[in-house]
């Protein structure tokens, strides 16, 4: 069974403070791993995805690493406006039972940037 | 990116009673996922629609509790039918459209009472 376990739960840092959030997971096969932003009272709104192990993307002061056990979402010099939650989800080559192209998810990161 | 509009966006249902939430997309695509978030929870993948067959359930999740219809390339339902308190979350519609991925409309949430 895939699983995606994220840490921590939630994080508190000051505006400037950089920091990484993980996202470890097992999956028979990995076709993608995503991250996604989910703000109060929205769907989670996409920001990466990663195919292979030592992969690595960036959007302004985000960015992603991939290694075969986890992923890892760095944020660097955090504004108030990056608070969200963060979801990490897998999508893998073989699902038993159901669909074949869902996704898993963890339970997110619920990220706090104090001004 | 394809935008889904979802409706409602929120709604309050007595128990034994059922709700039907709508996706609606801007584009045509193959398939759609309906996903629940209950509290705390991550989100859950519910079934996969695809248009001209039967939606594909995950395991823990019935058609007769969730009946999906997907009647065309840009608009699929979900009912809640029979609905408890339990089954208080949001639900959520997500397409592919190839790479990068999956997005995501803004949700139901959905309170029984």
């Known amino acids: 069974e895939d699983q995606v376990t994220q840490s921590p739960e939630a994080l508190r840092l000051q505006e400037g403070e950089s920091s990484s959030l993980n996202c470890s997971y097992t999956?028979?096969?990995?076709?993608?791993l995503f991250w996604y932003r989910q703000d109060p009272g929205k769907g989670p709104e996409f920001l990466f995805t990663?195919?292979?192990a030592g992969e690595e993307k960036e959007k302004e002061r985000l960015k992603a690493t991939l290694t075969k056990k986890e992923s890892f979402l760095h944020i660097t010099a955090p504004k108030p406006e990056d608070s969200a939650t963060y979801l990490c989800?897998?999508?893998?080559?073989?699902?038993?039972?159901?669909?074949?192209?869902?996704?898993?998810f963890g339970k997110g990161t619920h990220l706090i940037i104090q001004p | 990116s394809a935008v889904i509009s979802q409706k409602p966006s929120r709604d309050i249902c007595q128990r034994g009673t059922s709700l039907t939430i709508q996706c609606q997309v801007d584009?045509?695509?193959?398939?759609m996922f309906w996903y629940r978030q209950q509290p705390g929870q991550s989100l859950t993948l519910i079934a996969t629609?695809?248009?001209?067959?039967?939606?594909?359930?995950e395991s823990g999740f019935v058609i007769d509790k969730f009946p999906i219809s997907r009647p065309n390339l840009t608009f699929s339902t979900l009912t809640v039918s029979n609905m408890s308190p339990e089954d208080s979350s949001i639900y959520l519609c997500?397409?592919?459209?190839?790479?990068?991925?999956?997005?995501f409309g803004s949700g139901t949430r959905l309170t029984v009472v």
């Open positions: 997500s397409v592919v459209e190839g790479r990068p991925g999956y997005t």
């Open positions: 584009s045509q695509v193959t398939m």
């Open positions: 999956v028979s096969g990995l076709r993608g």
């Open positions: 990663l195919y292979s």
């Open positions: 629609a695809n248009q001209g067959s039967e939606a594909t359930y």
């Open positions: 989800a897998v999508q893998a080559v073989f699902r038993s039972g159901g669909g074949a192209d869902g996704l898993t």
